[in-house]
């Protein structure tokens, strides 16, 4: 069955440091997310990204956070400057199209910022 | 703003007992509810549910939605210890996002 990969699984990084999350989405969908879960929290949505430019983004995807897709198959989140709250579970999720329903994540990068 | 309400918070049961998960939602432009099962890392998919009334089933699982009282649940049968996860309900509005619930933690002893 198709998947969505994500790499590193786990990014211990300093607080200032950039990071950059990466994902593989599958390989015929259009639509492609990021989402984080904060440790004992809602799973809550950052950003979709579609025909190469976001089209949603939430209140917590500020200028700290960019994404992009450099070549046909990797999506990568980056945060520019991390904080200690940005310490959490990143998933990516890709879909064939926006109904919500053909979602499919990856089993996420735990990002720990110290 | 979007809200997506789960009860029980967890939920701890035998082998074979029934369970019934609940999720209340609040949401502008409502396209459809999403149900997902959390093990150890990503959410995987159960169902997805846009019509009023119609029962979704698959294996011990079935999921129905009442759009007009805003909620969904969740009935497991015949629970078994691998049903043990984190249930997760989403609502999908018209912009291209879920809106999660805080998830009921279900224990399904042996």
Same mark, same amino acid.
């Given at each position: ?14 607080? /200032? %440091? ?43 995807? $500020? $200028? %700290? ?5 450099? $070549? ?28 919500? /329903? /053909?979602?499919?994540? /990856? ?8 | ?6 009860? *029980? ?23 459809? !509810? !999403?149900?997902?099962?959390?093990? @150890? @890392?990503? *959410? ?23 759009? =007009? ?39 399904? =002893? *042996?």
């Amino acid at each position: 069955e198709p998947e969505v990969t994500q790499t590193p699984s786990h990014q211990v990084t300093q607080m /200032g %440091q950039e990071v950059i999350l990466r994902c593989v989405p599958i390989s015929n969908h259009l639509y492609f997310y990021w989402y984080r879960q904060i440790l004992g929290q809602k799973v809550e949505f950052l950003v979709s990204f579609y025909n190469n430019e976001i089209s949603e983004k939430s209140e917590i995807f $500020d $200028d %700290q956070f960019s994404v992009e897709r450099p $070549d046909g198959s990797n999506f990568t989140l980056k945060i520019r400057s991390t904080k200690l709250e940005d310490s959490a579970m990143y998933f990516c999720a890709s879909s064939e199209e926006g109904r919500g /329903g /053909g979602y499919t994540f /990856g089993s996420g990068t735990r990002l720990t910022v110290v | 703003e979007d809200k997506v309400v789960q009860s *029980p918070l967890s939920l701890v049961v035998h082998e074979g007992d029934t369970v019934t998960l609940n999720c209340s939602y609040e949401v502008t432009n409502f396209r459809s !509810l !999403l149900w997902y099962k959390q093990e @150890k @890392k990503a *959410p995987t998919f159960l169902f997805m549910l846009t019509s009023s009334g119609i029962e979704k089933k698959s294996g011990r699982l079935s999921s129905i939605l009442d759009k =007009k009282e805003l909620f969904s649940i969740l009935n497991i049968t015949a629970t078994q210890t691998g049903d043990s996860a984190v249930y997760l309900c989403a609502v999908h509005n018209a912009g291209n996002m879920l809106t999660f619930g805080g998830g009921t933690r279900l224990m399904v =002893k *042996p």
